[in-house]
C-alpha cells in the first residue's frame, strides 16, 4: 500500500542483501519508524515483542529469519535451532509454522553451501505469494461489498466491522480482513468500516485506523463492546475479521473479542465473514477451542496505555490498581457454527470440512500427511 505516495510493503530485504527491514509497528500512529533485523534471534525478538504481528506477516518474519540464521552458518545444526528458536516467538499463528516447515524442507534438502542463496530466495517467494494470495482474497470479498451494496439499492455506503487489523500491516501487503474493502473502496464501491479499538494492544485504533486513514477509506473507531449495539440498530452490514489459526473444521481463532462480535452477529442476523488465506489453515486439527494454544501475553499490556500526549509526547500511564491481579488472554476461537463464509484465495467457501476441502484438497492430504 502507499505511504508518503510510494508503494510500500511490510518486509523486504535490506539494500546490502541480508539484513532484513521491517516496519516497526509498536509507534504506529504516532510515528514511522523501521527496523532492521540482522539474525534469526533479531527476528524472533520482533515477532515477540509485535515490531511485526499479524498471521501472515509472522511467517514472512519467520521465513526470512531463518534465512539470516543461514548468511551466518548454513550447517544442520544452525539450521534446527535457529527453527526451534523461530518457531517459539508467538503460538497462536500457524502461518509461522507453516513459513518454517517450508524453508526447512527446502534447506534440508540442499548442500549447506546451497542454503544462503536458496533461503533468501524461498523467503522472497513466500513473502510475493502472500501479496497474490491477499489480492485474491481482496477481489473475492470485495464481491461481498459491493452484493450489499445492491441490496440497499446503491442508495448509502456499506457499513462494515473489523476487529484488531487484519490488513496490509498484518500481511505483506493488502491484508485479509481489508483487502476486500480496499479493493470495494477503488472499485467505487461506497464503505464506512466500524474499526474495534481491541483492547489490550489497540490495534484497530491504531493500525487499522492508521491504513484506513492513508487510503482515504471512511471509517469510524468506536470501543470493542459498541459492536453488538451497532447491529441491533442495523449499523453493520457485514463483519470481515482475519483469523491465526484456521481448523480444518472451519473454526477460526482470532484476537480476543472476536467470538462477541460473531454473537452479536448471529443474534442480530449480521453475515460474519472470515478472510484468510490457505496458510492459515492447520488442518491437523478439528476442534478449535480445544486444540488451538491460546497466546497469553504480560500483564502491562493491560495495566497500561500509551499514547501521545498533547505535547506530542509519548508517554505510558497506568490504568489498574498496583497490586490488582491482571489476564492477558489474547486470542479467542470463534466455532465455524457462527461463520458465515471463509473467503479465501481460491473463493468463497463454507466454514467446514467439506467447503475448506473442496476449495483446497490437495492442501489437506499433503499436510495431514
Ligand atoms: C491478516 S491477520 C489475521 C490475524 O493475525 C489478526 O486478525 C490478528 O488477530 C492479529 O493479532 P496480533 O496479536 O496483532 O498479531
Not at 52 to 70: C, D, E, N, S
Not at 180 to 206: F, M
Request: a neutral charge; hydrophobic letters at 45%.
Amino acid at each position: 500500500m502507499r505511504i508518503d505516495g510510494r508503494d510500500t510493503r511490510t518486509i523486504w530485504l535490506g539494500e546490502d542483501g541480508t539484513a532484513v527491514v521491517v516496519i516497526d509497528q509498536r509507534a504506529l500512529p504516532h510515528r514511522f519508524a523501521l527496523r532492521t533485523l540482522r539474525s534469526d534471534a533479531e527476528a524472533a525478538e520482533a515477532i515477540a515483542d509485535m515490531t511485526v504481528r499479524g498471521a501472515p506477516l509472522i511467517g514472512a518474519t519467520g521465513a526470512y529469519g531463518l534465512a539470516l540464521a543461514m548468511a551466518t552458518d548454513p550447517g544442520d545444526g544452525n539450521l534446527a535451532a535457529a527453527y526451534g528458536r523461530l518457531l517459539v516467538a508467538r503460538p497462536t499463528a500457524v502461518n509461522l509454522r507453516w513459513a518454517l516447515d517450508r524453508m526447512r524442507a527446502k534447506l534440508a534438502a540442499r548442500q549447506p553451501a546451497d542454503r544462503r542463496r536458496a533461503a533468501y530466495a524461498e523467503a522472497a517467494a513466500i513473502a510475493d505469494e502472500d501479496v497474490a494470495t491477499c489480492a485474491a482474497i481482496g477481489e473475492h470479498g470485495a464481491g461481498l461489498i459491493r452484493a450489499a451494496w445492491e441490496r440497499a439499492g446503491r442508495s448509502r455506503p456499506v457499513n462494515v466491522l473489523t476487529h484488531c487489523n487484519a490488513g496490509w500491516l498484518a500481511t505483506v501487503d493488502w491484508g485479509t480482513a481489508l483487502a476486500p474493502i480496499y479493493k470495494a473502496h477503488r472499485a467505487g464501491v461506497p464503505v464506512h468500516v466500524w474499526v474495534d479499538e481491541t483492547r489490550p494492544r489497540n490495534q484497530g485504533a491504531s493500525l487499522t485506523a492508521y491504513e484506513l486513514l492513508a487510503e482515504g477509506v471512511p471509517h469510524t473507531v468506536v470501543v470493542d463492546n459498541v459492536g453488538g449495539h451497532l447491529m441491533q440498530h442495523g449499523k453493520v452490514d457485514l463483519c470481515i475479521v482475519g483469523t491465526d489459526r484456521t481448523t480444518r473444521t472451519g473454526d477460526v481463532c482470532n484476537k480476543v473479542g472476536t467470538y462477541l462480535k460473531a454473537l452479536a452477529a448471529q443474534d442480530n442476523g449480521v453475515p460474519f465473514y472470515v478472510a484468510l488465506p490457505s496458510s492459515t489453515v492447520d488442518w491437523r486439527i478439528s476442534d478449535g477451542v480445544r486444540q488451538i494454544p491460546i497466546e497469553e501475553r504480560a500483564a502491562d499490556e493491560v495495566a497500561l496505555m500509551t499514547g501521545e500526549t498533547a505535547a506530542g509526547a509519548i508517554e505510558t500511564v497506568r490504568i489498574v490498581p498496583r497490586g490488582s491481579p491482571v489476564a492477558n488472554f489474547a486470542f479467542d476461537v470463534t466455532p465455524a457454527r457462527l461463520v458465515t463464509g471463509l473467503v479465501t484465495e481460491r473463493g468463497i467457501c463454507p466454514a467446514s470440512e467439506a467447503g475448506l476441502t473442496a476449495l483446497f484438497p490437495r492442501e489437506e492430504a499433503d499436510r495431514a500427511a
